[in-house]
């Protein structure tokens, strides 16, 4: 799944099964199931990858 967040934006992940990775430009982060994610305002664009299930919030 790829995503990208302008300055006006924020996007909040709650991952409910599962576990993968999230990447943005700069770096690459691995998450399960239980993790809170947070991408700030701004990061651009991202890629979520693995076998999962999340809730996707963007504000």
Do not use: C, H
């Not at 999230?22 to 691995?30: A, G, M, S, V, W």
């Not at 199931?33 to 990858?49: H, P, Q, R, W």
Request: glycine share 10%; proline share 0%; charged share 30%.
């Amino acid at each position: 799944m790829f995503g990208e967040i302008d300055k006006t934006s924020f996007v909040s992940i709650l991952v409910m099964e599962g576990k993968g990775t999230i990447r943005d430009k700069e770096e690459t982060l691995t998450f399960k199931k239980g993790d809170s994610l947070f991408v700030t305002a701004n990061i651009g664009e991202y890629e979520l990858e693995g076998a999962f299930e999340a809730l996707v919030t963007t504000v």
